[in-house]
């Protein structure tokens, strides 16, 4: 039990939780037990909860908040009402004169300490009951920087004693069933950090909008914290995988997104306010706050924090723009993810489309439909209609009681960790934030669906769509002797699966990271002069700006897309295909026209394996191969298999096999595995030629069957004709099996028709694949069947 009034950090710890509130334990925690381990944070002091019961004692308080919470309570007295009487009783108190000399005195010892006459200081309020496992009680109470002078400290003190009774607070008390009266608070007082001229941010060891617990994930801005945390910034974001931060040599870095950053909030300079926000300057708008040893170092901070406190947490990080180094400012539990099931979790999928209205960052993996209710100003929240979906600009701690009314939220600014963000996931309520102009699109009243189950990005739909929401249970998930892998084209995706317990990526396809994420024909960047379009010339601008080279646009972006789409799967196998377009749908990317020539049947034209030695491609292909070396050798992914698409001959598998060597990848060198996909019937009458060429082979049933059956697969006239289950194409397979295991070599399947036809799943297993790779939505279901298949089989 601590005694003393005022305390510093270096004397406190988890144990004081009572005295000086999670947020201010936390802190001491951290000075007294993680410096050894280079974790920085800014010195400090705090008051403790004798002092909060002093302050009430003095200034008899305690009678008045009784009193106001009754009238409350009875409903004779509104939140609004209720707040303002509360926080004056604090406001118009007096600190009893022992209190306020020992704040006073730590004050000077910690303006001695730094050198500094009157020491920049933030002044935080830490409640006895917040930070709690189940309960974060984000920006619940006040907190005040830039606090100069013993003056200004003590009104920031008595400012953080009121908030503790803000309208957000007491709602939040209220829902949670805390008692008012059974909470203290504790105010600490941290030496400032000079973000306003270097940067700061939040950071979450555990992937907030998914649970993955393998990332860190950090949000950045320009400037002081608060744009971050209140959501009015839509800042940088960056991902680190952490099972790789401490292997030599690897930069772990698996996303880098370049956040818009329009405000950024700085000191003031006289006059009576301690900060203000101004326009960021279009240089900083377009860098990365952070370096890439910053952003590792950061993340090898969130895995001793988390190893540290045995459980994911949630921090704020701040960077001394003079002295360039990086701070712990803060760290609570999280409370969301932390506290789900790690084997049951539910699926949201929608069944019907409509036209999209907005889009944004997904928050949650959920979808709802309601009303949009409109709201710009706080002054307006009691117009709030129950069970409507709140569209507003941002949200901070004040929108907190109508939050927990909505049915879904969505907000013109904010990221991943915004105030929004954070909320709307504690809540479970689905939230589309960062959208740009939600509240100038959507009218209030309109009916509207906001999905946030189709990966990272959020959409807001027009009217009442049909969803369906399934709960799966991985505790009743079968073992199988045959691997069990997932087929996954989006990055996205690959996090909204990764409970999943599959063996690995079975097929992961290159061209819709391309596609979706690049944007860019790759030989519009390595021939820049041959774009003739203007419209095509400016938006490969666009998406290039910040890159000295453009090519290296397109080898960073496909290279963490690849990252991301891995991480979930580490160590476990990820078997990655190099581009498979077809002409006509290369020619639909940024800039393609001027490269793609015009085919009658796209399908056994210009694709696979024939493009990437040929001239016309070679360059691009070059930049496929050299995203895959910076996947495997500087992130550091050894687990990542390439596979080569549509090969048809030996003499076409020699040539790709020499063209990857010139670029680095080769054959066993650092682990390097080279598979093929076998859908040519050539590849299965040869398969023991190209079995010396390659590590293993992966069936593409559906190429193999309409080559088998002469039967075009996207023929609709045709599609009664079009069966994978056909005796000629099982033969196919069947021989590719015996030859591949023949030649020691492993084989599996990527392809639906396992989870379309449980016949077909047997067939495999009697015929004795090494794996199956299935669609996630399909997984749960065909692992089932595949086991049974294996048991049968075993009784035969």
Not at 77 to 93: D, H, I, M, P
Not at 363 to 375: F, R, Y
Request: hydrophobic content about 40%; proline content about 4%; some cysteine.
């Amino acid at each position: 039990m601590l005694e003393s009034s005022v305390v510093w950090f270096n004397e406190i710890g988890l144990g004081d939780i009572p005295q000086v509130g999670g947020k201010n334990a936390s802190l001491g925690e951290m000075v007294r037990a993680l410096s050894d381990d280079g974790v920085q944070v800014p010195d400090g002091f705090a008051t403790t909860a004798n002092a909060y019961r002093a302050f009430i004692a003095a200034n008899g308080i305690e009678p008045a908040l009784r009193h106001q919470l009754d009238l409350f309570h009875d409903g004779r007295a509104s939140l609004r009402v209720t707040g303002e009487a509360l926080r004056e009783l604090f406001l118009g108190g007096e600190f009893p004169a022992d209190i306020a000399d020992g704040i006073r005195a730590s004050y000077r010892e910690l303006s001695e300490k730094a050198g500094h006459p009157n020491l920049p200081v933030a002044v935080r309020s830490s409640a006895t009951a917040e930070d709690l496992p189940d309960a974060s009680f984000a920006g619940q109470q006040e907190t005040f920087l830039n606090v100069t002078g013993e003056r200004d400290l003590l009104d920031a003190c008595r400012r953080c004693y009121a908030s503790l009774f803000t309208d957000r607070a007491i709602s939040y008390r209220e829902v949670k069933n805390f008692d008012h009266l059974d909470v203290a608070l504790s105010i600490g007082v941290q030496r400032m950090i000079r973000a306003d001229v270097g940067g700061s941010g939040v950071m979450f060891s555990i992937d907030t909008d998914t649970g993955f617990p393998g990332v860190a994930v950090i949000s950045a801005a320009w400037g002081l914290g608060e744009t971050v945390v209140q959501g009015t910034v839509n800042p940088d974001k960056y991902l680190v995988f952490k099972a790789l931060l401490d292997q030599p040599g690897c930069t772990p870095i698996i996303e880098k997104t370049l956040g818009e950053k329009a405000r950024k909030m700085v000191y003031a300079k006289g006059g009576s306010a301690r900060t203000r926000t101004i326009d960021t300057p279009e240089r900083e708008r377009q860098s990365f706050v952070l370096s890439d040893a910053e952003i590792v170092k950061l993340g090898r901070w969130a895995v001793i924090v988390e190893n540290h406190y045995g459980r994911p947490m949630d921090m704020e990080w701040a960077k001394d723009g003079v002295t360039r180094e990086l701070f712990l400012v803060q760290a609570r539990p999280e409370t969301v993810h932390s506290q789900a099931s790690g084997t049951r979790f539910t699926v949201s999928t929608l069944t019907e489309t409509g036209p999209l209205l907005e889009t944004g960052v997904a928050i949650g993996d959920s979808i709802a439909s309601g009303v949009a209710c409109v709201i710009k100003d706080p002054a307006d929240i009691e117009k709030f209609v129950d069970g409507a979906i709140l569209v507003t600009e941002m949200t901070d701690p004040d929108w907190v009681p109508i939050m927990t009314r909505a049915a879904g939220i969505v907000t013109d600014h904010g990221g991943p960790t915004s105030h929004a963000a954070i909320v709307s996931r504690e809540l479970g309520v689905p939230a589309v934030v960062g959208t740009g102009t939600a509240t100038e699109t959507l009218k209030d009243g309109q009916m509207i669906t906001i999905s946030c189950a189709e990966g990272d990005e959020g959409f807001v739909y027009e009217g009442a769509l049909a969803f369906d929401t399934e709960e799966i249970d991985l505790g009743t998930v079968p073992k199988t002797r045959t691997k069990v892998m997932v087929n996954i084209a989006s990055p996205a995706a690959a996090f909204e699966w990764w409970r999943l317990p599959a063996d690995g990526v079975g097929l992961a396809r290159m061209e819709f990271i391309i596609n979706n994420l690049i944007q860019i024909h790759p030989m519009a960047l390595v021939h820049p002069d041959r774009v003739t379009d203007r419209a095509a010339i400016r938006r490969i601008e666009e998406l290039t700006r910040g890159y000295m080279d453009p090519k290296e646009y397109f080898v960073q972006t496909l290279a963490l897309g690849i990252a991301k789409l891995t991480a979930p799967y580490h160590p476990d196998p990820v078997i990655v295909r190099m581009s498979d377009f077809k002409t006509n749908e290369y020619a639909h990317l940024i800039g393609g026209s001027g490269f793609e020539h015009s085919e009658e049947n796209p399908m056994l034209g210009f694709r696979g394996a024939s493009r990437y030695y040929d001239e016309r491609y070679r360059e691009g292909f070059a930049l496929e191969c050299r995203a895959i070396r910076l996947v495997r050798e500087k992130i550091g992914f050894r687990n990542v298999i390439v596979m080569v698409p549509f090969c048809r001959t030996t003499t076409e598998a020699d040539r790709v096999l020499a063209v990857m060597a010139e670029n680095g990848l080769v054959r066993g060198e650092a682990g390097l595995q080279i598979y093929m996909m076998c859908e040519i019937p050539a590849n299965v009458i040869l398969a023991e030629r190209f079995a010396t060429r390659f590590d293993g082979f992966s069936i593409g049933s559906n190429d193999l069957t309409q080559l088998v059956l002469g039967v075009d697969r996207d023929a609709e006239d045709l599609a009664a004709l079009f069966d994978e289950r056909d005796d000629a194409v099982k033969q196919m397979i069947s021989e590719a099996i015996h030859k591949a295991h023949a030649a020691g070599i492993k084989i599996g399947i990527c392809g639906q028709a396992p989870s379309n036809y449980p016949d077909f799943a047997a067939f495999l297993v009697e015929e004795g694949i090494d794996s199956i790779s299935l669609n996630p939505d399909s997984f749960l279901k065909t692992v089932g069947r595949i086991a049974e298949a294996e048991r049968n089989h075993d009784t035969t």
